[in-house]
C-alpha cells in the first residue's frame, strides 16, 4: 500500500539523519580527542572488522548474526563511544559495500549502530561508568552499569530494525517487536557477556585475543553449517523458494499475530508434463525458474510464495482476510505467468489454474487452509476455470468421490460390472449398422 511504503521511506530517512547528528555530537564532544590507537585497540578493531565481514544467516529468525560484538563491546568498555562508533561504521560500510547493499540500507545500518552505541554510552555514564580501561581492572560493582548498557543497546538497535521490518512488510509493529523476542535476546546476551572477559584479557594478555577467536571461530563454522542445512531443510533446492514446510510457519505465524488473517493462493501449472515430455526436465527446470521470478515480481514483499511439489507453487497472504482481495492478488500472479516464455527458442505460454481459500473464514489453522485451497484448485482444474474458491460443498464432495473411487475398484476386482450392448440403427435402410457397448454397475450402497 502506498501509505505504507511512504511511512518506511520517512522513517529510513529520520533514523539515518538521527545517525548522521548523533555521529557530529560524538565528535564534537570527544574534541577530536581519539582514544590511544595501542596494539590492544587494533586488535579488537580487527576482530570486529572479521566479524562482520562474516555473518550468519539465521533462517529461522529475520537477519544475521555476527561475531563483532563481544569485540565491539569489549572496544567500548576499554576505549568509549567514540572509539567504538567509529571502528563500528568502518567495518559496517566494508561489509554492507562488499555484499553490495543497497545506499539506503548501508546508511540506515550506519546510522542504527551510532545511535545503539550512543545510547549505550549514555546509559554506562548514568551509572557510572568503569573502572575498565584505566588500569584498575573489572570491579564487581561495575557489572550493573555494564549489563544496563547491553540492555540499552539490544533495546535500541532491536526496536530501530524490527520497526523498518514492520513497516516494509506492512505488518504490526508491536506483533513484530514481539516476534523471536526470546531468541534474539538469548543470542545478544549471549554475545554480550563475553565482552567484560575480552575487555580484561585484551588489557592484560593480548597475546591470548587471537586465541579467543579459535573458539568462536569454530562455533561460527557450525553455526554457518546448521543454517546451511536448515535452509536445505526449508527451501526447495532448484527455485530456493521456501518449502510447504517453512510457508506453513509462516501461516502459523500470520494466523497467531495481531492480524490473525491471511489467505492461500494455490497454482498448478496447466500441462506442465507436456513441457518435459517435449523438451526435457532441463528445460522443464528454466520453466520453473522463471515461474518462480515471475510469482515472486507479483506479489507484496510481506508474502510468500513457496513451491508445495513438482509443478505447484503457493502464496501466502498474510493479514488478507477478504476472498475479493485474494483474487485481486491471484489474477496479478495469473497475468504476470500468462506472458510468453522463451525456452530452447521456443516461445511457451504458461498457464495456471489457482485455488483460493481465506483465514479465519475457511479455518484457523494453517495446515487445513492449505489442504482447502488445494481443493479449491482441483475443483477449478475439472470445471476448466482458471480460478476457483473453498466452498463448504467442496467438504461433502471429497469423501463422497473417495466413496465412489473405492467401490469401483473393487466392482472390477469382483467383476461386478456387466456389459450391455445396445444396437445402433440406420433408420434409412432400417437395418444394424453396429453396436454400443455399454458398462453398468450398480453398487449395493451407492446404487
Known amino acids: 500500500m502506498p501509505g505504507h511504503h511512504i511511512s518506511s521511506t520517512l522513517y529510513l530517512r529520520l533514523v539515518s539523519a538521527a545517525g548522521f547528528a548523533a555521529l557530529v555530537a560524538l565528535a564534537i564532544a570527544s574534541g577530536g580527542d581519539f582514544g590511544p590507537a595501542d596494539a590492544e585497540f587494533w586488535v579488537l578493531a580487527a576482530l570486529v572488522l572479521a566479524g562482520e565481514l562474516f555473518p550468519i544467516q539465521v533462517h529461522g529468525q529475520v537477519g544475521e548474526e555476527t561475531f563483532s560484538t563481544p569485540f565491539a563491546f569489549a572496544l567500548f568498555l576499554l ?3 567514540p572509539e567504538v562508533v567509529a571502528v563500528q561504521v568502518v567495518s559496517t560500510l566494508a561489509a554492507d559495500v562488499i555484499s553490495r547493499q543497497r545506499p539506503d540500507r548501508l546508511v540506515f545500518n550506519l546510522a542504527l549502530f551510532t545511535l545503539s552505541w550512543a545510547a549505550a554510552g549514555a546509559a554506562l555514564s548514568l551509572l557510572g561508568g568503569t573502572s575498565l580501561g584505566s588500569g584498575d581492572g573489572l570491579d564487581a560493582a561495575d557489572l550493573p552499569a555494564i549489563a544496563a548498557a547491553a540492555i540499552v543497546f539490544f533495546a535500541v538497535n532491536s526496536t530501530l530494525v524490527r520497526t523498518a521490518e514492520a513497516l516494509l512488510q506492512e505488518t504490526s509493529i508491536a506483533g513484530h ?3 523471536g523476542l526470546m531468541f534474539r535476546a538469548w543470542s545478544d546476551a549471549t554475545l554480550f557477556a563475553l565482552g567484560p572477559p575480552v575487555a580484561v584479557i585484551a588489557e592484560n594478555w593480548l597475546y591470548l585475543v ?3 577467536a579459535l573458539p568462536m571461530a569454530a562455533v561460527h ?6 543454517s546451511e542445512m536448515e535452509h536445505l531443510a526449508l527451501h526447495d533446492r532448484l527455485t530456493s523458494l521456501p518449502n510447504r514446510t517453512l510457508l506453513l510457519q509462516r501461516a502459523e505465524q500470520a494466523l497467531t499475530g495481531p492480524d490473525r488473517a491471511a489467505s492461500f493462493l494455490v497454482f498448478d501449472l496447466d500441462r506442465f508434463r507436456d513441457v518435459n515430455d517435449t523438451l526435457g526436465r532441463e528445460q522443464g527446470d528454466s520453466v520453473l525458474l522463471e515461474v518462480a521470478r515471475r510469482m515472486k515480481r507479483a506479489i507484496r514483499s510481506s508474502d510468500s510464495v513457496a513451491r508445495l511439489e513438482a509443478d505447484r507453487f503457493g502464496v501466502l497472504l498474510p493479514g488478507m482476510r477478504e476472498s475479493a482481495d485474494a ?5 496479478k500472479v495469473l497475468a504476470a505467468l500468462s506472458r510468453q516464455v522463451d525456452v530452447a527458442g521456443a516461445q511457451l505460454s504458461v498457464d495456471a489454474t489457482v485455488g483460493i481459500a481465506c483465514a479465519p473464514e475457511h479455518g484457523d489453522n494453517a495446515d487445513l487452509v492449505l489442504q482447502r485451497a488445494e481443493a479449491a484448485m482441483y475443483r477449478a482444474k475439472r470445471t476448466h476455470s482458471r480460478l476457483g474458491f473453498f466452498t463448504p460443498e467442496l467438504e461433502e464432495e471429497a469423501p463422497r468421490r473417495l466413496a465412489l473411487v473405492t467401490a469401483l475398484k473393487r466392482a472390477i476386482d469382483v467383476r461386478t460390472i456387466t456389459m450391455h450392448y445396445q444396437p445402433k440403427i440406420e433408420l434409412a435402410r432400417r ?5 454400443e457397448a455399454l458398462a453398468r454397475w450398480t453398487d449395493p450402497v451407492l446404487g
Do not use: D, H
Request: aromatic letters at 4%.
Open 79 to 81: 576505549y568509549g563511544t
Open 177 to 179: 517487536l514481539r516476534a
Open 210 to 212: 587471537p586465541i579467543l
Open 221 to 226: 563454522r557450525a553455526s554457518k553449517q546448521a
Open 327 to 331: 483474487a485481486g492478488a491471484a489474477e
Open 431 to 435: 437395418s444394424v449398422v453396429g453396436v
